[in-house]
């Protein structure tokens, strides 16, 4: 059982670049959530996910896409990438409202 | 919006207790609480529903006041290894979309 499982751990983009990061989960949750860590900020809410083809705009979804074609997979879009997207990005699942969310490791990412 | 977490930063010395409190503007169906050390991702502590229950977890507990809109978590006999950063996230609306503060850093010296 591997858990929430995110890809790459580390990348380095250039400015205007696109990329996608990949979550996937394998304990058949519904829920499904991408936020952002930075110094001093806390974990920000990017998008969310309650279930199949259903998705829905976080705190800070700008400069972001996501789409949800299956249970297992929440993969995140950055269309151009920019300085202030340099960040520590985790993906999050869990099965129901009220239940736990497990974290992915995490993606370090960082935009020059 | 992003629940209001108090103190940022709190050192203890072994054996101590701490409270850490999160306070929401809006009305609350959850409160997660999670710590995360250095490097590593959060992980999970507790989840409190909205009745006003308090629940344990080894020494950390926390309650619910619901009617406040309002967490805590309580540390109590505090050992080295609960040192970290312990965020607590509110869910407002039942449907797992769930908002963080900014945290609570906390040291635990010798």
């Known amino acids: 059982n591997a858990g929430v499982t995110q890809t790459p751990k580390f990348q380095v983009l250039k400015t205007g670049q696109s990329m996608t990061l990949q979550c996937a989960q394998d304990m058949n949750h519904e829920y499904m959530s991408w936020y952002r860590q930075d110094p001093g900020m806390g974990l920000r809410l990017i998008h969310y996910s309650v279930g199949a083809g259903i998705t829905d705009q976080g705190e800070v979804p700008n400069g972001y896409n996501v789409s949800r074609s299956t249970t297992e997979d929440f993969p995140l879009r950055l269309l151009s990438a920019a300085p202030s997207q340099t960040s520590v990005y985790f993906c999050a699942s869990s099965y129901t409202p009220g239940q736990p969310q497990h974290f992915g490791d995490g993606t370090r990412l960082s935009i020059l | 919006q992003q629940p209001v977490q108090s103190p940022q930063a709190v050192i203890l010395r072994e054996g101590e207790d701490a409270v850490i409190n999160c306070s929401s503007s809006k009305a609350l169906y959850s409160v997660h609480w999670y710590r995360q050390k250095h490097g590593e991702a959060p992980v999970f502590l507790m989840i409190?529903?909205?009745?006003?229950e308090q629940k344990g977890h080894e020494k950390i507990s926390a309650s619910f006041n619901e009617k406040k809109q309002q967490s805590s978590l309580y540390l109590t006999a505090s050992q080295l290894s609960y040192s970290g950063t312990y965020f607590c996230?509110?869910?407002?609306?039942?449907?797992?979309?769930?908002?963080f503060g900014i945290g609570t850093k906390l040291q635990v010296i010798p």
């Open positions: 409190l529903l909205k009745g006003g």
């Open positions: 996230g509110t869910d407002t609306g039942g449907y797992q979309k769930v908002t």
